[in-house]
């Protein structure tokens, strides 16, 4: 098979997180004209993930997996030199077209491995919960993320967290008379920042991000609503660090927990270099299908950028090493 076409032809389908459905049904079509038993998996509407298995073999004992959506905006595929560009390209379809050229190969020797390519990584793993529902009884998962084609012995868990402040709507021109919602959410933001964050030796620093903030209703009113959306990437348990927000934030705002990722640490292999993921993967959310291991072609530093790419020569090196991993775990 091309590895680089297949690369440039996923990234060709928009698949925008809730928008999968095309470059699910061009998975399936592939995989059966290939000869794996291919199922789509119903996640919700028309959304579903991907499941296919040599024909006729029995259960593999390892599976490659990652996910099908992107962040937007939907970027179509170009080459430069020696990269495939576009949006997918290394966040997650260039390992897509790694991962099925790598069962293939070890196919042809006659190995085996499943392929679980998922739905909605992007914003919550909803697809990655669907698929924990019903393993497959494997005993390993090979997840596919751009770590650079090292192994990841660690990744960062999230907590997502919004702080929504209310006051009372007044002229402008008479504050004293309402109660600025955006002032008070201003102040919790100043509090949270002047929070000690944890940090693991091995792992880093706890880090947050203000990703959204919105407010108000026009510049002569005083603003009765405020909300901040913050996302911070957890080096352990997360129960800490939700106290100190709460306390901080005090009776400023409301806290509401919207999503939680746990920190995990992962399996390293001899041989093969290492590094630390301070994103979150779809691991968490899959615990039901085998112990896991982290790895891919691609740089999460060009991920969800208007020049994210990967580079031909780790698309490459990913189906030896998916290959190499396989055979190693299978035994």
């Known amino acids: 098979m091309d590895l680089f ?7 060709d389908i928009e698949s925008t997180t809730g928008n999968e459905a095309a470059v699910g049904e061009f998975l399936h079509r592939e995989l059966v004209a290939l000869d794996y038993e291919t199922q789509l ?17 029995p259960r593999p004992e390892v599976f490659f997996s990652t996910h099908m959506d992107t962040v937007p905006p939907f970027i179509a595929s170009s080459e430069e030199g020696d990269r495939i560009k576009g949006r997918g390209s290394c966040d997650a379809k260039g390992i897509i077209a790694a991962q099925i050229a790598a069962a293939e190969k070890l196919r042809t020797q006659n190995r085996r491995v499943g392929l679980l390519f998922l739905v909605g990584e992007e914003r919550d793993s909803l697809g990655a919960k669907v698929a924990n529902a019903s393993p497959a009884g494997g005993r390993f998962l090979i997840n596919g993320e751009p770590t650079e084609n090292r192994l990841a012995t660690a990744s960062k868990g999230a907590l997502r967290v919004e702080v929504i402040a209310e006051g009372r709507m007044a002229h402008s021109a008479y504050p004293e008379l309402g109660v600025s919602a955006i002032d008070k ?3 919790a933001l100043q509090r949270l920042h002047a929070i000690s964050l944890p940090a693991v030796g091995d792992v880093g620093k706890t880090t947050v991000n203000i990703g959204v903030i919105e407010g108000g209703r026009a510049p002569n009113v005083i603003p009765d609503y405020a909300r901040a959306q913050l996302l911070y990437r957890l080096v352990g348990p997360a129960e800490s660090l939700k106290q100190k927000i709460v306390e901080a934030v005090g009776k400023l705002a409301r806290v509401e927990f919207v999503l939680e990722i746990p920190f995990v640490r992962l399996r390293s292999v001899d041989g093969l270099p290492t590094m630390v993921a301070a994103f979150t993967t779809d691991i968490p959310a899959l615990s039901n299908w085998g112990e896991p291991l982290l790895l891919g072609p691609g740089s999460i530093n060009v991920a969800h950028t208007n020049d994210e790419y990967v580079e031909k020569k780790q698309l490459l090196e990913a189906v030896e090493l998916y290959v190499a991993l396989a055979r190693k775990l299978a035994g």
């Open 5 to 11: 076409a297949l690369t440039r032809k996923l990234v």
């Open 41 to 57: 998996i119903p996640v919700e509407a028309n959304r579903f993930n991907v499941y296919a298995i040599p024909r006729g073999q």
């Open 185 to 187: 959410l201003l102040e």
